[in-house]
């Protein structure tokens, strides 16, 4: 049986598709897996915010408790939040920029996912990512219909999964997805609402789409004219 999982294990599992390895959301991924590490120092009692210091980039996020943390990733993110009070949109980036590689490489080691190498017309080479022991993941994904499409309460760490899927964007784009309502939408969005990494996730995901999306404008209308 496997220790026990972080919730940014739990989150990647969910983002990746079970048959290729995509990922949804890529484009903004340090982002929510920069707010799960936080979450899980949140729920371990290891930060907290000051949100009398709040700014541009959010409330100051300071780091609190001592003692060794059970995962190096962990003590990672915690070692970024002790070095200062900093917002946490800008902590997200810090925490979560290139953790993509070293969170597949986890899952890969963990047996959840499989790489899988291939070479394409005899010369180009492509990885895959495939789902491999689905078993945790299943049984993630049933927590979190029964919280979305039936209106269980959700444990914490069930409900920082679901407030961080929903703060990128990506719930409904999800394969497989949960069955798409109003309801499950607004069940969703208020998880998301009641965690403040989450809503940080959530300003930070749309603010750089937004500017993305502008700067696709100007460039077409560039070419255009």
């Not at 290891?46 to 700014?55: H, L, N, S, Y």
């Not at 990885?127 to 979305?148: F, G, K, M, N, Y």
Request: aromatic share 4%.
């Amino acid at each position: 049986m496997r220790d026990e999982t972080l919730l940014v294990e739990d989150l990647m599992l969910m983002l990746l598709d079970d048959e290729t390895g995509a990922v949804a959301g890529a484009g903004t991924l340090h982002y929510p897996l920069g707010g799960a590490l936080l979450a899980e120092l949140a729920l371990r009692g290891r930060v907290e915010t000051d949100e009398g210091r709040a700014g541009l980039n959010g409330a100051k996020v300071l780091a609190v408790g001592d003692g060794p943390l059970p995962d190096p990733l962990l003590g990672s993110a915690y070692e970024k939040v002790a070095e200062r009070p900093r917002g946490v949109e800008t902590l997200l980036l810090d925490i979560g920029g290139g953790l993509w590689k070293p969170m597949t490489d986890r899952l890969v080691e963990r047996g959840f996912i499989r790489r899988e190498s291939r070479r394409r017309l005899g010369v180009f080479r492509t990885t895959r990512l495939p789902v491999d022991d689905a078993r945790h993941e299943a049984e993630l994904r049933q927590r979190i219909c029964a919280v979305l499409e039936d209106g269980e309460s959700p444990d914490a760490r069930t409900a920082a999964v679901i407030a961080l899927l929903s703060a990128s964007g990506t719930l409904p784009s999800l394969h497989p997805a949960p069955k798409w309502s109003t309801a499950v939408y607004e069940r969703a969005k208020e998880l998301e609402k009641a965690s403040w990494v989450a809503t940080a996730v959530g300003t930070a995901v749309t603010r750089t789409t937004t500017a993305n999306t502008v700067a696709s404008a100007v460039v077409t209308a560039s070419v255009i004219t």
